[in-house]
C-alpha cells in the first residue's frame, strides 16, 4: 500500500511493507487516490517527495506474480495489461501535479518501479546499494507505449536509452547520475531521503504558482502528454 | 559485395573487395537478401556483427562514379535516386533486426557508409586510424529525408548533429566517442573486431526473444520506422 503524511510543506508518499513494493492493483489505486489528495491540498510553496520503506526496495514495478497466479495465459496477459493501463493515471497525475515531484529512492527501482521514479522531477537514489532495471527486454516483454514515450522523453542521451531499454543494463547510482537519469547518488538510504528533503525544501523555498508550475512541467514532455491524453491548460498570465 | 558467415551465435557480415566498398546496386540488393537470410535464421542469442574486409575503409557510401559515368546529368540524378531509394530497405531490414547488430569499422566511413554504421545498435572503431564523415555539405549534395531522421535519432548531441551534418567534421575514434557516435575505439583493425566478437558473445549470452528485442528497439526510433513505412508489430505478452 502507500501513506501519504504532510510535514510543513513537504507531501511524504511512502511504498510500504517489507517486501519489494509491487504496483499490484490495489497499489495504483491507492497511488491515485493519494496523488489526488496531495493535488487537492497544494498551496504555493509545497512539494512532494515519494519514497519507499526500507532500504532494499523502491519498487520492482508490476505485481507479476498475481498476473502469472490467473488459471490461464489469456487471463494472466489481460491481468497484466489491467495494471499497465490502470498505471497511466498514476503517471498523467505526476506530470499534472502541481508542485516540484522527488523520488527518493531507498533501494532497486525494476520495470514500472523505475518507470515511477522517473515520472519525478528529480531522482536521488543511492550509491552504495540499488540498482535501475528495465527488466523487460531480459523477461522478454515488449513495453506499453506510454514507457516507451517516457522512457525516450526523460533519458536524453542516445546511448543511455539503448542501455537501459535495448540492453537491460543494471545501473547503480554514480552511473545512473553520469548517464543522466538521476539527479544525485548517495552513500545511504537516510543520506539519500535527507538529501531529498533539503531539496524539496529548497524548491519549496521559491514559493511557485503550481497551476503554472504543472503547465511548465507538461510543455517539457508533449509527447507524454500526448499519449496519456493529457489536455494543455489554458493559464492567463496574471501581470 | 558482401558475404555472410554463422560462427556459432555470431553472424558475420562482411563488405568485401580491396576498395572503399561503395554502395552500388549490386551491393546493396546483396545486402537486403543477406538481412534477409540473418533475420530468417535467428534463434535466441543470435547477434550480427557488420564489418570490412581490409583496413582502410568501412564504406566511403554510394557509388558516385557509377552515377557520374552516365551519359547526362539527369540520368546520373536519376542513378544516385535509385541508390538512394533502394537503400531504404537495407536501414529497415537493420531497424527490424531480431538481435542485437554491432558494427566494427576497420576503416573509414564516410557519407552512406556512416549511416550504414549509424544503423546497428553498436558501433565500434579505431582509434589509430580512419575518420567517420558526412561528406554532402563538402559534395553540394543535400541529404535524403531518411538520413536526416536517422543522424537525428541516432545522434544526442545537438552540437555533434551540426557539426556531423553542417560542419562536414572527419571524426576519429576518440573523439567519435567523446561526442556519443559511437561506443568505443580501438588501437587496431583486429582488436577492434576482437571487441565486437566480445561484445557479441555478451549480448548473445542474454538470450532474448528477437521479436520483442526488435521490438524494443524500433520503440526507441518511431520517427525513423514512421520515414521508412515500418509498422508496428504487436505481440502479446508471454508470461
Redesign the interface.
Known sequence: MCTLEKRGNLFFLTLTGDDDHRLSPAVIDSLISSLSQVASQATRGSALITTAQGNRFFSNGFD?AW??SAGS?SV??DR?NQMVVSFKPVVGALLSLPMPTIAALPGHAAAGGFLFALCHDYILMRSDRGVLYMS???L????P?YF?VAM?SKI????A??DV????MKIKGEEAVRMGIVDSAHDSAESTVEAAVRLGEKLASRKWDGEVYAEIRKGLYPELCGVLGLAAKVITPNL
Open positions: 507479476l498476473a502469472q495465459k494472466a496477459a497484466l523487460e527486454v531480459d522478454g516483454l515488449p513495453f507505449d516507451t525516450r536524453g542521451s542516445v546511448s536509452r539503448r531499454m535495448l540492453r537491460g
